[in-house]
């Protein structure tokens, strides 16, 4: 097992992961940027070592002084939480050639998996049910109108590079189409490096359904069920819950076995998720997959009692995964609110500033995952979570409740969150039915 490890990250993932390596025996290198010098967190790592200035691109997102903390420190391995430089193959590639093992995916299966022509090519070969649309990227604009009109309209341009919303485009009729093509090819290669992009079936109705999946070195793969992130505005998640309300266990299990398939082919070790769109009549498609651990893991955590953060260190380490698909069982229901610094009613402005007043919730079934304390300073630089409230209860109804008791206890000021939005998510009827899409939160907003 690795004796020290660099944590390549900030706030609260910092902290879940740091806590992981000490309950392992593991001794923790933090880095942190100016803006975060005071952040109480740092005190538990065995040693910090500034990285930087406070924009992410001199410190948390600067590879060279990562390495160079990593050498000075001496660490085994790196791991990289989610954001940041989680998903770059390039910064796995150069761990590699630096002797540190990263904690995730090789850059090969982070590139197999990472592009999404190349994802859809991998999962459709692994019987893995994808959108109907062009077999790879679209080649020219008279064959992307004829496969329109072969899988019907509204069809949806996406790019090869593109991710968690960003250079997509509909189009409802031939017209648009012939005109998006271009454009969105243009806009692909200046946001992403990558020109590529490809045309899908596009579905309007929709639920996000997630799989949780690991990975080792040794070929093994399972998968920890899914959850339901389909309360979300603007492609940020706001509540997750797993079980997903009302889906047909055969479904999830089906679609479990495809994750599970699709890491193997991939060659995956490590955490991940398939992301899945679910129809009306829980029909699912692949989106994409995320190749690293995900904000809402602890949902997964704690309806099957695995510790993700654990596991990805371990089969990092090249140790086997010490989980059999049947030994992974649900238990109960678990929902996670995001709580950000953010002001609802201004329309989700960021509410920095210190924060005063911090009172978290607690008791049984409530974990929360936060570095913040009483008196600390929200910095302007980074994202706005301040961090995440789980709970655990028997079955949805009873965790709804739990969620809304919690919320209701955990005062947080002055500056303002997505508390009261979430507590009023809790009392309201088409969440508390299960029934709510991905468009849901933004029609409520209205
Ligand atoms: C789609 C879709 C409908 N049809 N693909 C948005 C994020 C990216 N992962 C893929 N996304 C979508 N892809 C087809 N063929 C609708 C979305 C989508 C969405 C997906 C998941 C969660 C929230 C979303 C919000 C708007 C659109």
């Known amino acids: 097992m690795f004796r020290r490890i660099l944590i390549a990250n900030r706030g609260e993932i910092a902290l879940r992961i740091l806590r992981a390596c000490h309950e392992m025996g593991?001794?923790?290198?933090?880095?942190?940027?100016?803006?975060?010098?005071?952040?109480?967190?740092?005190?538990?790592?065995?040693?910090?070592?500034?990285?930087?200035?406070?924009?992410?691109?001199?410190?948390?997102?600067?590879?060279?002084?990562?390495?160079?903390?990593?050498?000075?420190?001496?660490?085994?391995?790196?791991?990289?939480?989610?954001?940041?430089?989680?998903?770059?193959?390039?910064?796995?590639?150069?761990?590699?050639?630096?002797?540190?093992?990263?904690?995730?995916?090789?850059?090969?299966?982070?590139?197999?998996?990472?592009?999404?022509?190349?994802?859809?090519?991998?999962?459709?070969?692994?019987?893995?049910?994808?959108?109907?649309?062009?077999?790879?990227?679209?080649?020219?604009?008279?064959?992307?109108?004829?496969?329109?009109?072969?899988?019907?309209?509204?069809?949806?341009?996406?790019?090869?590079?593109?991710?968690?919303?960003?250079?997509?485009?509909?189009c409802r009729n031939e017209a648009t189409l012939r005109s998006s093509i271009k454009a969105a090819e243009q806009e692909a290669l200046a946001s992403f490096g990558k020109g590529e992009v490809?045309?899908?079936?596009?579905?309007?109705?929709?639920?996000?359904?997630?799989?949780?999946?690991?990975?080792?070195?040794?070929?093994?793969?399972?998968?920890?069920?899914?959850?339901?992130?389909?309360?979300?505005?603007?492609?940020?998640?706001?509540?997750?819950?797993?079980?997903?309300?009302?889906?047909?266990?055969?479904?999830?299990?089906?679609?479990?076995?495809?994750?599970?398939?699709l890491l193997k082919a991939a060659g995956y070790c490590g955490a991940a998720t398939v992301e899945f769109l679910m129809d009306e009549k829980q029909n699912f498609y692949m989106l994409e997959v995320n190749t690293r651990v995900q904000v809402e893991h602890p949902v997964t955590e704690m309806v099957t009692g695995i510790d993700i953060v654990k596991m990805s260190i371990m089969v990092a380490a090249g140790e086997h995964l010490p989980i059999k698909q049947k030994d992974v069982q649900v238990r109960g229901h678990a929902i996670?609110?995001?709580?950000?610094?953010?002001?609802?009613?201004?329309?989700?402005?960021?509410?920095?500033?210190?924060?005063?007043?911090?009172?978290?919730p607690g008791g049984p079934g409530v974990r929360v995952d936060s570095h913040v304390v009483q008196g600390y300073r929200v910095p302007p630089n980074y994202d706005s979570m301040v961090g995440k409230l789980i709970c655990h209860a028997d079955d949805r109804e009873q965790c709804i409740e739990r969620t809304a008791r919690a919320l209701r206890e955990f005062a947080v000021g002055p500056i303002k969150t997505t508390i009261p939005l979430q507590l009023g998510l809790m009392e309201q009827g088409d969440f508390r039915n299960g029934g709510v899409d991905i468009h849901f939160l933004e029609r409520l907003l209205k």
């Open 26 to 170: 593991i001794e923790v290198v933090c880095v942190y940027s100016k803006a975060d010098a005071d952040a109480p967190y740092l005190r538990l790592a065995d040693r910090a070592i500034c990285i930087g200035e406070a924009p992410s691109k001199e410190s948390y997102l600067n590879i060279s002084r990562l390495i160079s903390a990593a050498e000075i420190a001496d660490v085994d391995a790196i791991h990289p939480g989610y954001g940041f430089l989680a998903e770059r193959a390039d910064f796995s590639a150069i761990c590699r050639d630096c002797k540190i093992a990263f904690i995730g995916p090789s850059p090969e299966a982070m590139g197999k998996l990472g592009d999404k022509v190349e994802c859809k090519r991998t999962a459709k070969a692994a019987k893995v049910p994808v959108f109907p649309g062009s077999d790879g990227a679209i080649e020219d604009v008279d064959e992307a109108a004829k496969i329109a009109e072969e899988i019907g309209y509204p069809v949806i341009i996406k790019a090869s590079a593109g991710g968690g919303g960003r250079g997509m485009r509909v």
């Open 198 to 261: 490809f045309l899908e079936k596009f579905l309007e109705h929709a639920r996000h359904v997630e799989i949780q999946a690991l990975g080792d070195s040794h070929g093994h793969a399972v998968h920890l069920f899914e959850r339901d992130c389909s309360v979300q505005r603007r492609h940020q998640k706001i509540i997750e819950e797993s079980p997903a309300p009302g889906v047909d266990r055969k479904k999830i299990i089906n679609i479990g076995e495809g994750a599970v398939r």
């Open 336 to 360: 996670e609110c995001r709580i950000n610094a953010e002001d609802p009613a201004r329309n989700f402005m960021p509410s920095a500033g210190t924060i005063e007043t911090w009172q978290v």
